[in-house]
């Protein structure tokens, strides 16, 4: 396999105490060393990403490991610049607290080499909870945790559903002629959450280069630090996905009135639920459910 064939970018704030597992999950796949590359952004961590980063890259001197800074905040700019860095004919997107299972970029280059004519695509992301699961998460809110399992086939994915942010892959052609992501749609930009990113890029791709597949041998671990879920952090990444979709509708009318009925439906539905645990006796699970549709709505309205 002649050259670069797979870039994985890694978008990085903050992560010296994942960074370093993310790497070695890639660094330890059964693909050609030299076939795949691995570039860190660094999106102006504050604590101590760039030296154990830099660090391992020095001590892994026969891998194609890269690190970069991205000065401009939001992990659009720090994706984009990766993209530009890179040297792939395929472009992987994965996140500093994930970690890449076994035969990762192995169903990764085969999905591709089966179906080269499939511009993007995406996989499973499972979470693993530090210390456990906490009794309060259901499968309702779990997305707000990265958790996505669209089945075990490869399948095309409906219009509605895309892969996500930490386990995607996209065609370089493709990305560069749309663009790269949406710098108007940041991701995360500090404590503020803008998000979309990946949603607007796959419907762009989708909409110019046809059907995004989902190819479930392309597994991720997403670890979730328990004690950070606070109502705090779980209002800022739900509020992120109504405020990414405000601006991703723009100025039309009729799409907005759609999402406020979709967002409207899915906080009845949400309520439903809620009132299942409740009478079932998971009333713990009862309100996280409610106060996410809650939350995305106060995101999509400018709260």
């Known amino acids: 396999m002649p050259g670069i064939l797979i870039s994985v970018i890694i978008c990085s704030y903050n992560r010296e105490q994942f960074i370093l597992e993310a790497l070695d999950s890639l660094v330890h796949q059964e693909f050609k060393k030299d076939s795949f590359e691995v570039l860190v952004v660094d999106n102006n961590s504050m604590d101590r990403t760039a030296e154990v980063c830099r660090s391992y890259l020095e001590n892994h001197p026969e891998h194609q490991l890269f690190y970069f800074n991205e000065p401009l905040q939001g992990s659009s700019f720090a994706r984009n610049t990766g993209a530009t860095r890179a040297r792939g004919k395929l472009l992987v997107f994965m996140d500093d607290d994930a970690q890449a299972l076994p035969g990762f970029l192995e169903a990764t280059w085969s999905f591709h080499q089966n179906y080269p004519a499939i511009a993007g695509f995406g996989g499973k ?43 995607m892959a996209i065609i370089r052609q493709a990305f560069d002629e749309l663009g790269g992501f949406n710098k108007a749609l940041p ?32 597994q991720v671990y997403h670890m979730v630090e328990v004690d950070k879920l606070t109502p705090e952090y779980l209002y800022r990444v739900a509020s992120g996905i109504g405020r990414g979709e405000r601006l991703r509708i723009g100025t039309s009318y009729s799409s907005y009135i759609s999402k406020w009925c979709e967002y409207l439906l899915k906080l009845a539905a949400s309520i439903l639920i809620g009132v299942f645990y409740f009478i079932r006796g998971d009333q713990i699970k009862t309100r996280p459910v409610i106060q996410f549709r809650i939350d995305v709505l106060k995101g999509f309205i400018g709260k």
């Open 125 to 167: 992301i499972i979470p693993r909870f530090i210390p456990f699961t906490p009794r309060w998460m259901s499968y309702y809110v779990s997305s707000l945790v990265g958790n996505f399992d669209y089945g075990t086939e490869i399948k095309k994915f409906s219009s509605n559903k895309y892969p996500l942010e930490s386990n």
């Open 187 to 218: 991701g995360v930009k500090g404590k503020l959450r803008i998000g979309g990113e990946g949603k607007d890029l796959f419907f762009r791709l989708s909409a110019r280069f046809g059907d995004i597949y989902y190819v479930p041998g392309m």
